[in-house]
């Protein structure tokens, strides 16, 4: 049995991606660490809408070009977090 599937590209409703493994889930809320500035990092609240292989998408808490911490983000969160 063969199946055809057409699928229309949508432009218009673009989420921001990041890798899965930058999000840390802690107390039931995704977070991701962003360098806001060399070597001045913060904690922001993520909205993931889904996910796709190692990309989730976002609905919400960063913005297109912002750098995301991929290495070693949960020990800067450890210590943002005890701040």
Do not use: C, W
């Amino acid at each position: 049995m063969s199946v055809v599937i057409r699928l229309k590209e949508n432009h218009a409703n673009q989420q921001v991606a990041v890798p899965s493994d930058v999000l840390i889930f802690d107390n039931d809320t995704y977070y991701a660490v962003v360098e806001e500035a060399t070597g001045n990092f913060s904690m922001r609240e993520i909205i993931p809408i889904g996910h796709n292989n190692n990309t989730t998408f976002l609905a919400g808490g960063l913005k297109e070009g912002e750098k995301v911490v991929s290495k070693n983000q949960l020990l800067i969160y450890s210590e943002l977090k005890g701040k």
